[in-house]
């Protein structure tokens, strides 16, 4: 068979397993997965991709194996900790609150792998004394198959979980076996997410207070995830909460999910009522709809905690860095001229919907007059929450206001949006010298010395005044030196 015939063969056999799974393979992908299906059909005795497409069609089980090798993704307790914090502290009250302690929450673990997020919700529901039922699903049989056992290796507990799963688990050499405690609170079963199977009774995937949905839409194409997004959408009740992961493709241009963003990262929720999830909202710039979100006691108390001055150092030095003056770093971007682009008009309200006319009227008034563009940009943040240069923007103008608490809540959210954000962490870095926390400012100086050095020195940052990578990470270094040469005895 010619090279030809084999590279269309092999097309053609992923073109069925996407039809017929909804995974896709991107290009980049291509040779891991042909050596992946090469090795299955050296298993099963099979030359050709064409037979072994004639083997997948009659045989449910070796599309399952197949399944199960092309997408092998990594797991462990607790990943991601803060989507676990959020539930603590925010999912959790606010169920108790509309619902009352006694009422159980719904939760799904929607493409669950082995189980160790299901098994981290029912850690959590235990630990906060949560009446719960979870369902945990995944496409793989043999997932879930090891799932159920929950039995496992000690790489599923790195990170911050061994401390919160070790009273649950008994140790025997290096394998540990969840409690039944914990194994019983959760129930696994077979779905495909790319099917259109749910929300249903009887697989028990409707009004969902929960969804976990994690680390999976990247498995699928843009038209799947819209597929997908739209029928977990309906699967939540009113007030329900979808968690994704931070590489996940966003949600929210597919349903009418509410936006919500804080420390914890961006959480999507389905209105309390039908009346609230039909009025119209304002739209993200990804097209979604969105809902500003006042900031929880929990997430005051730990901004609060991260913003205090090092009580062994002076709240101020003598040699803080230069505030950035409004007029060269936000002003001199604009190009326009206000009576044309920005005149009251009976458009600027659409205007102001569109978050690069936000910016632009932003940076334009804050050449004449920054207290009324701090205002401005401070509503733009809560019309356009997943915006990373809006909040960016806003802590800018809040330094230059003299306000850096504020402004490091909102360049840390900025941060969160983003964190290979170059010249967030410098501007979060510059504010925290300025206020004598010199420790989180270094760590957040070498981050930016680390970004810059993945980059082409001559590349214009993003969001800076036309500084290259090369003169941030000379600007950043520099810092470093300084509070170093500070803090030496």
């Known amino acids: 068979m010619s090279g030809a015939e084999n590279e269309s063969e092999f097309r053609d056999l992923l073109d069925w397993v996407t039809k017929h799974t909804g995974l896709k393979f991107r290009e980049d992908q ?21 037979e072994f497409r004639r083997r997948l069609e009659r045989n449910p089980q070796l599309l399952s194996d197949a399944i199960d090798q092309l997408t092998v993704g990594e797991t462990y307790f607790f990943r991601e900790h803060q989507h676990f914090e959020f539930v603590r502290q ?31 919700l029912a850690i959590v529901f235990t630990q906060e004394h949560v009446s719960s039922t979870i369902l945990a699903t995944d496409l793989s049989t ?19 979980a061994s401390d919160a799963v070790r009273p649950f688990v008994t140790e025997s050499g290096d394998q540990f076996t969840l409690s039944q405690r914990i194994k019983r609170r959760v129930q696994f079963q077979r779905l495909n997410l790319a099917a259109n199977t749910y929300p249903a009774a009887d697989n028990g995937t409707c009004n969902m207070d929960l969804i976990l949905c994690r680390n999976v839409l ?30 996940d493709p966003r949600l929210v241009e597919h349903a009418d999910y509410e936006v919500v963003a804080c420390d914890h990262g961006v959480f999507y929720r389905r209105p309390l009522n039908a009346e609230s999830a039909a009025k119209p909202a304002a739209k993200t710039a990804a097209g979604g709809r969105l809902r500003s979100s006042s900031p929880t006691d929990f997430e005051a108390r730990q901004r609060a905690s ?11 030095t003598p040699f803080a860095p230069p505030a950035y003056p409004v007029t060269k770093r936000v002003a001199s971007v604009t190009t326009f001229n206000a009576a044309d682009d920005f005149a009251e008009t009976s458009s600027a309200r659409q205007r102001r919907d569109d978050s690069d006319a936000c910016l632009a009227q932003i940076k334009l008034v804050a050449a004449t007059d920054p207290d009324r ?72 100086f070498r ?18 005044n036309g500084e290259t990578i090369a003169d941030i990470a000379v600007a950043a270094q520099s810092q470093l030196s300084r509070i170093e040469s500070r803090r030496d005895p």
């Open 142 to 160: 043999a997932a879930i198959e090891k799932a159920q056992r929950a039995v496992f290796r000690p790489w599923s507990f790195r990170g911050q």
């Open 30 to 50: 291509h040779r891991h997965t042909m050596t992946t299906l090469r090795r299955l059909m050296k298993m099963d005795c099979v030359e050709g991709f064409t």
């Open 90 to 120: 925010k999912v959790i009250p606010d169920f108790r609150t509309r619902r009352g302690h006694h009422e159980p929450i719904r939760a799904w673990s929607a493409g669950c792998a082995t189980g160790e997020e299901a098994y981290s």
């Open 306 to 316: 991260e913003t205090l001055p090092d009580k062994t150092l002076p709240a101020k």
């Open 447 to 464: 981050r930016v010395c680390e970004l810059c050095a993945l980059g082409n020195p001559n590349d214009v940052l993003p969001m800076s």
């Open 218 to 247: 990247i498995y699928f194409g843009a038209e799947t995830v819209c597929e997908i997004s739209r029928r977990l959408f309906k699967c939540l009740a009113p007030g329900g909460w979808l968690i994704t992961a931070s590489g």
């Open 373 to 444: 563009a701090l205002q401005i940009c401070r509503t733009a943040t809560v019309r356009h929450p997943l915006v990373e240069e809006l909040h960016y923007l806003h802590g800018v103008l809040l330094a230059d206001a003299d306000q850096p608490l504020m402004a490091l809540e909102s360049i840390r959210k900025a941060i969160f949006l983003n964190r290979s954000s170059v010249m967030s962490h410098f501007l979060f870095a510059s504010i925290q010298r300025g206020q004598g926390q010199y420790g989180s400012a270094c760590k957040h």
